[in-house]
């Protein structure tokens, strides 16, 4: 069973800064990517940011590029979103999602999600 855990949401006003970390635990054979993902009140969740563990490749949505960084660390199957000059648009729950092989047997890697995290940006 893989689990991911996200930590490091709260409250901070515009202009402010919030780290966001996910660790996977359980049954791990390989971590092909991993990415944050967000959900406002009544919209879609979308992309923010992801990187593979392969090259360190990362790709951003174009609202918070320039201001959000997102990192990992291969040997504690942890990813990282560093979060700065946040707006207020950026209010929603934030969301790891890990593609992880279980097993060396697993034909593939499946995709999981954390249970989310509440990130609050008062203007």
């Known amino acids: 069973q893989v689990q991911l855990v996200e930590s490091g949401g709260g409250l901070v006003q515009a202009g402010g800064s919030l780290r966001l970390s996910c660790a996977a635990s359980?049954?791990?054979?390989?971590?092909?990517?991993m990415g944050w993902y967000r959900q406002a009140p009544g919209k879609q969740r979308e992309l923010v940011a992801g990187?593979?563990?392969?090259?360190?490749?990362?790709n951003y949505a174009d609202s918070v590029k320039g201001r959000f960084t997102i990192s990992r660390d291969n040997a504690k199957n942890t990813v990282y979103l560093q979060m700065n000059s946040l707006k207020p648009e950026d209010t929603a729950v934030y969301y790891c999602?890990?593609?992880?092989?279980?097993?060396?047997?697993?034909?593939?890697?499946?995709?999981?999600w954390g249970q989310g995290t509440q990130v609050t940006v008062s203007s």
């Open positions: 990187i593979t563990t392969s090259d360190d490749s990362a």
């Open positions: 999602n890990a593609a992880i092989r279980s097993s060396r047997q697993a034909p593939f890697h499946y995709p999981y």
């Open positions: 359980g049954s791990i054979f390989s971590i092909n990517a």
